[in-house]
């Protein structure tokens, strides 16, 4: 047998990707599995930002690029972050890398020290936990619940602080339940911070685009914090880019020449094709991605429809992403159809091996009560796999 490090026992394997492995094995077996286990656009890139890869490689961009990415890439973020939120940025404060998930890597293993505390609202995303327990920090998790719309209040915020807080990281609109803070609520974080200048903010707004109720504030707007705060965004959810992995950071110049030297250890850049049709993708119209959201927001509203009819599903109503997050936790003790239902990893199994519909169990996010369903598949697979769900949860 291989002896693997030890290492590897630190961290866990991302649940997503695994309930989306067992979705393909039980496909592979030919079962009818309908996926709402992912956490991507089920669009296809926009055809102009397809045009300008195939372009970047007919034109041999194919060489190693500047480790932090090619000067107009920077520049079109610092494009972006300017137009979309009046936040001023010069191209040395930017660093891109292979998707978002690189860049909270890179400003984790950047920041983050041996017991280093990082305060983290629950639901959070799956990576989250799982990085600072790379760079053996601590993860100290702030309760939130369907009851308060799964947002945390300043107050819980300042009474999670302690002497080892190092960072604290949230996404907004939040994968998994969908809660945007208020630019009012982030004022509220803000005058904590204040209190706490050594406090670093880890802002993730990857899914910004993804919002219903519009206005997306950043913490980087406020000035007094600018300097304490890493903008993490990316193309992934947005522009339904997902397979060509770029995410960007903006952040201090310290920190992104940080973020420089550890990724130039670990992948050097990301893609140049990929890096060129980012450039498009940014300084282009945005047209189609308000349309994907459009889009987003009519399936919520049908998976919102289905939800009534199962009214010991506890849910909030999403402001943004792409996803419904109800408690189940009505149906802990119970049977159905002789499966025993004990926590949320027993429901998501349930509903995969009966309704055969795929979902990702609440712990995995910090949340065990709940279960994350995906609504970002077509209006006849999000109908087909509710009357599933309902017929097997409404069985004995
Ligand atoms: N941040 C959040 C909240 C996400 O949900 C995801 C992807 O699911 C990412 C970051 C990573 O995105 P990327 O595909 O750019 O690595």
């Not at 950047?110 to 505390?117: K, P």
């Not at 992948?267 to 119209?285: D, Y």
């Not at 091996?353 to 077509?378: D, E, I, L, T």
């Amino acid at each position: 047998m291989i002896k693997l490090s030890s290492f590897l026992t630190t961290f866990n394997e991302p649940e997503t990707l695994r309930m989306a492995k067992l979705a393909r094995e039980l496909r592979a077996q030919g079962k009818d599995v309908i996926d709402l286990s992912l956490g991507e656009p089920d669009f296809n890139t926009p055809e102009h930002i397809k045009n300008a890869g195939i372009k970047a490689i007919n034109d041999d961009w194919s060489h190693y690029t500047p480790v932090s990415g090619y000067l107009d890439l920077r520049e079109a973020v610092c494009n972006k972050l300017k137009i979309d939120n009046q936040l001023e940025y010069q191209p040395e404060n930017i660093v891109v890398s292979t998707g978002a998930k690189q860049s909270l890597a890179n400003v984790i293993l950047s920041l983050v020290d041996q017991g280093d505390e990082v305060i983290i609202p629950t639901p959070y995303w799956v990576t989250y936990s799982e990085l600072v327990k790379i760079a053996r920090g601590v993860v100290v998790e702030v309760p939130s619940s369907v009851e308060s719309n799964y947002k945390i209040t300043s107050q819980q915020l300042e009474q999670a602080i302690s002497s080892k807080t190092k960072v604290f990281l949230f996404s907004s609109p939040c994968n998994p339940s969908g809660a945007v803070y208020s630019e009012q609520e982030l004022r509220a974080f803000a005058e904590v911070f204040k209190k706490y200048p050594d406090i670093y903010i880890l802002s993730d707004e990857i899914y910004e685009y993804i919002n219903y109720i519009g206005n997306h504030f950043s913490l980087a707007q406020i000035p007094e914090l600018k300097d304490r705060v890493i903008v993490i965004n990316g193309l992934s959810k947005g522009f339904a880019m997902t397979g060509w992995r770029l995410g960007y950071i903006a952040a201090p110049k310290e920190i992104a020449q940080a973020c420089d030297k550890i990724q130039g250890q670990f992948t050097s850049a990301t893609c140049s094709i990929a890096q060129k049709a980012a450039v498009v993708a940014l300084n282009g119209s945005k047209e189609q991605s308000y349309e994907m959201t459009k889009a987003f927001k009519e399936r919520l509203h049908i998976t919102l429809d289905w939800l009534k009819k199962l009214p010991n599903l506890k849910c909030t109503v999403p402001d943004g992403a792409f996803y419904v997050f109800p408690d189940v936790s009505y149906y802990f003790g119970k049977t159905i159809k002789g499966f025993a239902i004990h926590d949320s990893a027993d429901f998501s199994m349930f509903i995969l091996h009966h309704a055969h519909v795929s979902s990702v169990m609440g712990a995995a996010f910090g949340a065990p009560n709940c279960v994350r369903f995906s609504y970002a598949n077509s209006i006849e697979n999000i109908n087909r796999a509710w009357i599933r769900i309902i017929d097997c949860l409404n069985s004995n």
